[in-house]
T-cell receptor, first 111, second 112 residues
Framework: NAGVTQTPKFRVLKTGQSMTLLCAQD?????MYWYRQDPGMGLRLIHY???????AKGEVPDGYNVSRLKKQNFLLGLESAAPSQTSVYFC??????????FGPGTRLTVT | KNQVEQSPQSLIILEGKNCTLQ??????????LRWYKQDTGRGPVSLTI?????NTKSNGRYTATLDADTKQSSLHITASQLSDSASYIC???????????FGSGTRLSIRP
């Protein structure tokens, strides 16, 4: 099993550009999550999904959109990137109330 | 307000020594507490999970304790190894749908 994979691993964007981060999991988990991690701060939840076709806002959803068209994939979109969105983005998946398994992260820089 | 505070922020110890990391939380209602290890450039990996009724759990050289009355947890690492150099994150779950609070982590460095 590959577990949780994320693409791309690194990306540099200019302010105003858009992009989509892809998360895939092969563990048949119902729940999937997108977090961002900034220096000196804990992981903060952006959006999450409790099942195919459903999404919900987390702690810091502004500026991001998500979609869960297939159970195994969870996409995070930035419509108009801003320097404040420079961060490391982690995707995770889990069974309900279960341990979260994290992907390797995507390092995004917005200039 | 639901919060998870970890101390110290960073710690440097010599290889072979023991250390203890602290986690205090104000999360309510409490469901469970996990300790994660995050290597540089990698995603976090779960070390232990503890529920309300458990006060100690071990995973090899890692031992976690939980005092649900004082809302404190600790992670003790015995006979540290260079591979223990990482960030250790305390994560507390609220007894409601999908609410999880992450601490900001303790950065542990093991020196040879």
């Amino acid at each position: 099993n590959a577990g949780v994979t994320q693409t791309p691993k690194f990306r540099v964007l200019k302010t105003g550009q858009s992009m989509t981060l892809l998360c895939a999991q092969d563990m048949n988990h119902e729940y999937m999550y997108w977090y961002r991690q900034d220096p000196g701060m804990g992981l903060r939840l952006i959006h999450y999904s409790v099942g195919e076709g459903t999404t919900a806002k987390g702690e810091v959803p502004d500026g991001y959109n998500v979609s869960r068209l297939k159970k195994q994939n969870f996409l995070l979109g930035l419509e108009s990137a801003a320097p404040s969105q420079t961060s490391v983005y982690f995707c995770a998946s889990s069974y309900p109330a279960g341990e979260q398994y994290f992907g390797p992260g995507t390092r995004l820089t917005v200039t | 307000k639901n919060q998870v505070e970890q101390s110290p922020q960073s710690l440097i110890i010599l290889e072979g020594k023991n250390c203890t990391l602290q986690c205090n939380y104000t999360v309510s209602p409490f469901s469970n507490l996990r300790w994660y290890k995050q290597d540089t450039g990698r995603g976090p990996v779960s070390l232990t999970i503890m529920t309300f009724s458990e006060n100690t759990k071990s995973n090899g050289r890692y031992t976690a304790t939980l005092d649900a009355d004082t809302k404190q947890s600790s992670l003790h690492i015995t006979a540290s190894q260079l591979s223990d150099s990482a960030s250790y994150i305390c994560v507390v779950s609220v007894s409601s749908a999908s609410k999880i609070i992450f601490g900001s982590g303790t950065r542990l460095s093991i020196r040879p």
